[in-house]
């Protein structure tokens, strides 16, 4: 599992670089230092820090680095939103430490996971002269993550980047060396196994974020809750009785316990082939929804979301036993998920896409299914089984429809 640990005594014991011409104040470092908290991610390609504060930005050159010493260049890539609201602190604080710090900015929405925007984040390393002591840092959520971090895999081989997350959604991707750009034929195929040197993750950033795209992220912490710790899952409803209760101490306490869960399960399996499939809890579903709807028109959470709801729909056939769907039915409804497939959306087109998901094996569907409350486990079903379940799902959603659902629906 991963170690959370107090972040204050490794740097400052490692600030042998500090220039007091250009630095903070002493008492601004101190601040932000006793605010971060590092988990420890451990993989046999590599190990690696989370580290978790709250307005901390001004503290990322330090970071950097600690972890990562001798950087020739600096190239951040992020999109247009963050760029307006973060950027110009970013690069403002890094030239405190670095000579080199050039930016590309990319478009914002799930459409810049392209072949085309690899390509020009390429262009801008290449004319900015990166060489393969250089890094680069990916400052916004799962989309900039995803691609950034692929950029680095390939450029010269492969050189250091770290993870700036400034979504909730983020928590997730950002964590486990996941990294990839989209194929039209499907989400997140063409990429590689990468892992960052760092994922620095200020908390203050997500102020900003609008209602769907928190609700997005909290879908991937419920996720996590539901496939490895019941106790999380009960402090979840417990204390998170409404998005609104998602602030302050309760935000840090579940991207953290987030983020432990997802270390743990990399650390046994950092390449997907056992236990971390159990990650995709919700996703195959989630991801023929977003394929079919087209990207961006649901969030990611959204989606998943609405996988796990008909994984636990399944999970209560397949195994012959109840999980309650009726009650995690009313609570994803509570948190103001969507609970019904959306009307214009056929099975038979759903189980097309799901067969595309990387999980599948010669062409049949395997899905991540709920025992329990903590306990999953990957099974396969078959096309017959899988079209009815799905018919049914719709059927049943439909049955139950009410305006909070249309709402939920179309991802809005």
Not at 110 to 122: L, P, T
Not at 172 to 187: C, E, M, R, Y
Not at 294 to 323: C, K, W
Not at 346 to 361: I, T, Y
């Amino acid at each position: 599992m991963g170690n959370c640990e107090c972040y204050c005594r490794t740097i400052w014991t490692r600030s042998h670089r500090f220039d007091h011409r250009k630095c903070r104040s002493d008492a601004s470092i101190r601040k932000g230092v006793l605010m971060m908290k590092s988990i420890h991610v451990d993989t046999p390609s590599k190990r690696y820090e989370v580290v978790i504060g709250n307005e901390v930005l001004h503290m990322i050159d330090r970071v950097i680095d600690r972890v990562c010493p001798h950087v020739t260049a600096v190239l951040i890539i992020t999109d247009e939103t963050v760029a307006s609201l973060y950027l110009a602190d970013v690069e403002k604080t890094l030239h405190q430490t670095y000579d080199r710090v050039y930016t590309h900015i990319i478009p914002s929405g799930e459409e810049a996971k392209s072949f085309e925007q690899f390509y020009a984040c390429h262009t801008a390393a290449l004319t900015n002269h990166l060489d393969r002591h250089s890094l680069i840092v990916a400052l916004g959520g799962g989309v900039v993550g995803d691609l950034a971090g692929f950029v680095a895999a390939t450029y010269m081989r492969g050189i250091r980047f770290i993870q700036v997350p400034t979504t909730l959604l983020a928590h997730d991707s950002a964590v486990g060396g996941k990294t990839a750009i989209n194929h039209p034929l499907g989400k997140n195929m063409i990429g590689a196994f990468y892992q960052p040197e760092l994922v620095f993750y200020d908390i203050s950033l997500l102020h900003t974020l609008p209602e769907r795209e928190m609700r997005s992220g909290f879908a991937e912490i419920m996720k996590h809750s539901l496939i490895y710790d019941r106790a999380f899952f009960g402090w979840l409803q417990a204390n998170v009785q409404q998005l609104d209760d998602l602030r302050g101490d309760r935000l840090q306490y579940a991207i953290q316990r987030g983020i432990e869960i997802k270390a743990a399960i990399v650390a046994k399996d950092e390449k997907e082939q056992g236990v971390r499939a159990y990650l995709n809890f919700g996703h195959t579903l989630g991801h023929a929804l977003e394929s079919e709807l087209g990207y961006g028109v649901m969030t990611h959470g959204d989606a998943v979301a609405l996988g796990m709801l008909f994984a636990i729909f399944v999970s209560e056939r397949f195994y012959n036993q109840p999980l309650f769907y009726s009650s995690f039915r009313t609570l994803f409804h509570r948190y103001g998920f969507p609970t019904s497939l959306p009307s214009h959306v056929s099975p038979e087109c759903l189980l097309d896409k799901m067969k595309k998901d990387k999980k599948a094996k010669d062409q049949t569907v395997r899905m991540v299914l709920m025992k329990e409350i903590g306990t999953v486990c990957v099974e396969q079903i078959s096309d017959e089984q899988l079209l009815r379940w799905l018919y049914a799902f719709a059927e049943e959603g439909r049955g139950k429809c009410d305006s909070s659902d249309s709402r939920g629906n179309d991802g809005k």
